[in-house]
């Protein structure tokens, strides 16, 4: 099919994610066509850095031969093995083992899903389980965070706090509850860490006590909130809400399918400090995008507890047919063998340093208010004011023409709707590739701030506080 005839199919058949229908159908598609190391290519030949990492998830980069040798082997000689009727596949079982091994200590046992949201899913499912089988049927409420981002499935998308996922969708639920992001930029206190975590506690604290810690099951959060603009905590926040939740008697949740796999230094971001949760969720990097899988890890007590929940003819009605797929699990234990024996890890935390130094470098930039970063993810937050903190009029529509004016300098990052340009850079990129990010997205901004409109704002935002 020629290109144009491409675009014309995707506008009348393929329904995509995220994204308003009719803006897509009159845009139209833009083809990727291949992709190797931190680069893409589109259909029409441009070669584009990813600074992103696809959706943060192509963690190892793009046309690793050894994911793509093992995928095939595997797919030759055993491309399907149902979990059902206590089958089970070599891949998968030994994927297990290495996560358990790799994993804060208190996770013992591993779900394997087939993405992000339907991990959390599973976790919330678990859960609701967990509390029945051990006489603990009243606790049902789950507190998550503000912006927090926990997937888009049926019972997920309640837990995501954030507005597109809940328009029309009648979520959240009522028994799914939200506090305070640890959003240190935009808080009151933003050059006293210490408050932000402070007041993070004090605000679980409070949401447990109004439901009644008897009605609450959990805690769900992001280790670092990734789609609700990439906010990265005070260090001391997440062990701080662990210890929270062991003293008011609820599961501690990590969402890491943004943060694991290397994305924020070590192979989870739990380890940072020494954090150890009732249930971790992960993705993305865990196949690196190369296929469909996700997992959650469960604590052995809140497995114990499912398994002794009923006599042994009931089984624990949930499941997945593409649950622990051979051949993504085959794909997985390339991905950690990359990872470390293949120095990627060790590669990402070399070059989050040059990394860091790019971001904090953009903040002389007029439109740069704020850069944040922990691993390989970070931020820049644009405003019209920086004493102020001023956002942008949303009418500016900044985020699809910074998208754009970035296409346009062949770099591909998140330019979320609050005017958040998002980073996760593949753990292969060399330094050369993190200057280069640097200076595309420097010239982007340029082009951005060249727009008489957004020049217009700025003026009007310095009148508005002189």
Known sequence: ????????????????????????????????????????????????????????????????????????????????????????????????????????????????????????????????????????????????????????????????????????????????????????????????????????????????????????????CEPVQGSGGVIVPPKGWLKAMREACRKLDILFVADEVITAFGRTGPMFACELEGVEPDLMTVAKGLTAGYAPMGAVLMSDEVYQGIADGGSRADAVGHGQTYSAHPVSAAIGLQVLRLYQEGGLLANGVAQAEHFAAGLDGLLDHPLVGDSRHRGLLGALELVSNKEHRTRFDPSLNLSTRIFEAAYRNKIIFRAFGDNILGFAPALCYSRDEVELMTDRVRKTLDDILAQEDVRAALRSAEKVHA
């Open 1 to 220: 099919m020629s290109i144009a005839s491409l675009i014309e199919a995707d506008r009348k058949h393929l329904i995509h994610p995220v994204v308003n229908y009719r803006a897509h159908e009159e845009r139209g598609v833009t083809i990727l066509e291949s992709g190797h190391g931190a680069w893409l290519r589109d259909a029409n030949g441009n070669e584009l850095l990813d600074a992103f990492a696809g959706l943060w998830c192509v963690n190892t980069g793009y046309g690793h031969e050894s994911i793509v040798k093992a995928a095939t082997e595997q797919m030759s000689r055993l491309p399907y093995a149902t979990g059902y009727f206590h089958f089970g596949s070599a891949p998968a079982i030994q994927l297990a083992e290495q996560l358990v091994e790799l994993a804060p200590a208190s996770l013992q046992h591993v779900y394997f899903s087939l993405g992000g949201s339907d991990a959390v899913d599973s976790a919330i499912r678990f859960i609701t389980h967990y509390f029945n089988a051990t006489g603990r049927p009243s606790k049902k409420h789950i507190i998550a965070l503000e912006r927090g981002y926990h997937g888009s499935s049926s019972t997920g998308a309640g837990l995501t706090a954030i507005a597109s996922f809940h328009r029309n969708f009648d979520v959240p639920l009522r028994g799914q509850h939200h506090i305070h992001s640890p959003y240190q930029y935009r808080s009151a206190t933003p050059n006293d860490p210490q408050a932000v975590v402070a007041a993070s506690v004090a605000a679980l604290e409070a949401k447990v006590s109004e439901l009644g810690a008897e009605n609450v099951a959990a805690f769900f």
